[in-house]
């Protein structure tokens, strides 16, 4: 599979976006990291699934979209073995995708509020 040298961190949140839709993720949230000086991310990406089985299901739908619209690999891939918390890091785009219990205690968009966040209404 060639690799597309076109991809940019916008189109890849879209991407990444559309395949969490995919596969019913709740509450999904995009947040813009660009514009604050200490981050060592561009976007964060926060959903969350009503079982680890649906965790599961978003992150691997991640995965292969990436693969598949881009040809591209995550860099890193952390929790798949409990599926309570994915984190996917595409270098600049990094994906959580916890269990409602799990994102409620870390509350991560409480901790990256200073970016630009923007909120998907659930399907």
């Keep these: ?28 949230v995009s947040i813009d990291l660009r514009g604050i000086g ?9 959903c969350h699934g009503t079982s680890t ?7 691997d739908n991640v995965e292969i979209k990436a693969k598949e619209n881009f040809g591209i690999k995550p860099n ?15 270098t ?4 959580h995708v916890f269990l409602e219990e799990q994102r ?4 991560l968009e409480d901790l990256w509020a200073d970016g630009k966040v923007r909120i998907f209404e659930d399907e």
């Design 76 to 90: 890193h891939v952390e929790g798949t073995q409990n599926s309570q918390w994915v984190l996917i890091d595409f």
């Design 38 to 46: 200490n981050s060592l991310f561009d976007f964060f990406i926060i």
């Design 1 to 28: 599979m060639k690799k597309n040298t076109n991809i940019t961190d916008e189109k890849l949140v879209e991407s990444i976006i559309e395949s969490i839709k995919d596969k019913k993720g709740k509450k999904i």
């Design 53 to 59: 089985t649906n965790v599961s299901a978003i992150s």
């Design 104 to 107: 409620a205690f870390y509350r």
């Design 92 to 95: 600049g785009v990094v994906v």
